[in-house]
């Protein structure tokens, strides 16, 4: 059964465009992990300074193995590139969300 994650990050006006150009370089880095299944940012259009990432995988394992692997070496990294200190995060909270899909509909074929 797949599951969805969605990462509330509450994301001040002044650093959206950071959180989205992080976002942007680091874009296929989710894409091959075995049990990815979907990807989307979200950014607020009105009345609130949240951030969802939504993430939806084959089941919770593969999630926590993208979690353990991949996700964790791109956080820890360096991020400065030449040994400098690592950049201050964009979002000033997080929160994740996790659900099962238990119900779904795409749309009729034409």
Do not use: C
Not at 65 to 82: C, I, T
């Amino acid at each position: 059964m797949s599951v969805v994650k969605i990462n509330v990050l509450t994301v001040p006006q002044e650093q959206r465009e950071t959180l989205e150009k992080r976002f942007a370089s680091r874009a296929h880095a989710v894409e091959n992990s075995d049990g990815f299944e979907w990807f989307e940012l979200l950014r607020p259009v009105e009345g609130t300074d949240n951030y969802l990432v939504y993430t939806r995988w084959r089941d919770e394992a593969s999630f926590q193995a993208w979690m353990e692997g991949p996700m964790k070496a791109a956080h820890q990294g360096g991020g400065a590139g030449d040994g400098g200190e690592r950049p201050k995060p964009a979002a000033s909270g997080s929160t994740v969300w996790s659900f099962e899909v238990v119900q779904q509909a795409g749309p009729v074929g034409s």
